[in-house]
């Protein structure tokens, strides 16, 4: 897939058959660095291979631990209870997640790392993380322009912070507690809504404290300095932003029926599939367990008639990355679909409002754009347009899923970017009968 420079989904039969999630993204990166950070051997199963998680395993490696891969989705980390100063640049690819929270590992040991990423991680914003880390006393010389990387970063020496998050981000958040686990001090994030919650839950994993205190519709979390983590065993469970696409899918290709098996179920991350419910479709779950301390299960979605919904505000933290795919599954419903305060969209891997407002006008889609949100007005998509996805993983499969069930062919461009976070979506989606070539 890397090597072309479009792909194209046609209008498809009936999508059957049940496929597997790849490992959640989020957790994946969190592995790495968890592992490399930690004294002994953390064995992981299920990891997510893409391109992003491939940068944070190298990352770790540059940082001083033992990075292996011992078969599909089984690796091995070795860490050392801490970071060294790597010999090069810590090159993070198009990984936002895994240079924010790479930052805040990094900065509680002495250290000096230069991080840097691809065109599209250059114009992400940063300070939003290295503010609060210099405010526990991290140093940051911007090399390019400020707030963008290339920036370098001395750490050690930290102390503690009560931070009061704006809004709600789980890089963020993470970001100050893994300094933290080196600052001196208690160290607390308040968030005003809860967002995903892996980063605790994976500390206590590796043998941290972390306490967690309710605040209204958000929480307290804190941290003691001085905290050392033990390598463990971690099963990474199925992603539930990638198993939305061959589950939309399903929903809006005529006749289907997909299952994903071992999605990940955590609350906070299934806002989505809450969404699709409240939009009639038929999307039910089956085989509850838990894995890798999460509760995961088998979702199946069947071709449905979907009405047009108002999405709670509420509910951006829990499905921020999976605004796009909703929009093209509602261009298929009856009614409007209101999407409002998700300007968190515009500083994403792009611009992901502008860009899906865009791609669902020029496949004949009615969209009104908002400064913080987008309007959906679902009907006959007619397609026949080529996407412009500005090297972004998720406008490209959403696009892609959108042309299976329109009535001409979309195509997008620079597909090759779809690996940073679900390589082999081509095969899994063409293995359930799509065309998209």
């Given amino acids: 897939m890397t090597n072309f420079t479009h792909l194209t989904a046609r209008r498809s039969p009936a999508l059957k058959g049940a496929v597997r999630a790849p490992g959640d993204k989020s957790m994946s990166h969190r592995t790495m660095i968890f592992g490399a950070m930690a004294t002994g051997v953390t064995e992981v199963e299920g990891l997510l291979e893409g391109d992003d998680i491939l940068a944070t395993a190298r990352a770790a490696e540059a ?37 924010r929270l790479l930052m805040g590992a ?41 707030d963008r990387l290339p920036v370098e970063l001395s750490g050690g020496g930290l102390t503690a912070i009560d931070y009061v998050q704006t809004v709600a981000s789980a890089q963020i958040k993470s970001a100050i507690l893994l300094a933290g686990l080196n600052a001196e001090g208690v160290t607390t994030v308040t968030e005003p809504e809860k967002s995903r919650d892996h980063t605790e839950r994976m500390l206590r994993a590796f043998g941290a404290e972390v306490g967690v205190e309710a605040q209204g519709d958000g929480w307290k979390i804190s941290l003691k300095g001085g905290q050392p983590l033990t390598g463990t065993a971690v099963a ?73 919904v108002v999405v709670p505000e509420d509910r951006a933290a829990s499905m921020i990355d999976e605004y796009p795919i909703l929009a093209a599954t509602a261009a298929f419903a009856e009614g409007q679909t209101v999407m409002r305060g998700v300007g968190e969209m515009r500083v994403k891997e792009s611009d992901r409002i502008a860009l899906m407002v865009a791609g669902l006008r020029a496949c004949g889609v009615a969209v009104e754009e908002e400064p913080e949100g987008f309007i959906v007005t679902g009907g ?6 080529t996407v412009h996805t500005a090297h972004d993983h998720r406008i490209a499969m959403s696009h892609l899923v959108l042309g299976l069930a329109a009535d001409r062919a979309v195509a997008v461009d620079e597909p090759g970017m779809i690996a940073t976070s679900f390589p082999g979506f081509v095969e899994m989606m063409n293995g359930l009968g799509g065309l998209i070539e």
């Fill in 380 to 385: 006959p998509v007619a397609g026949g347009a």
């Fill in 106 to 146: 990094a900065a509680g040991y002495p250290v000096t790392a230069t991080f840097d990423g691809d065109g599209s991680l250059r114009k992400r914003p940063m300070k939003r993380v290295t503010g609060p880390l210099a405010d526990m006393g991290a140093r940051f010389r911007w090399q390019a322009a400020e």
């Fill in 236 to 308: 990474v469970p199925g992603d539930p932003s990638s198993a939305a696409f061959p589950l939309a899918a399903g929903l809006v290709v005529p006749g289907s029926e997909v299952t994903v098996e071992g999605v990940m179920l955590n609350p906070l991350r299934t806002g989505l599939f809450d969404t699709w419910r409240e939009m009639g479709a038929d999307l039910t779950t089956a085989n509850r367990r838990m894995a890798g301390g999460e509760e995961v299960g088998d979702l199946t979605a069947r071709h449905s008639a979907l009405k047009g």
């Fill in 63 to 99: 940082f001083g631990a033992t990075v292996e891969r011992l078969g599909q989705g089984r690796w091995r980390v070795t860490g050392r209870g801490g970071f060294r100063s790597p010999d090069g640049v810590i090159d993070c690819g198009n990984a936002g997640t895994g240079v």
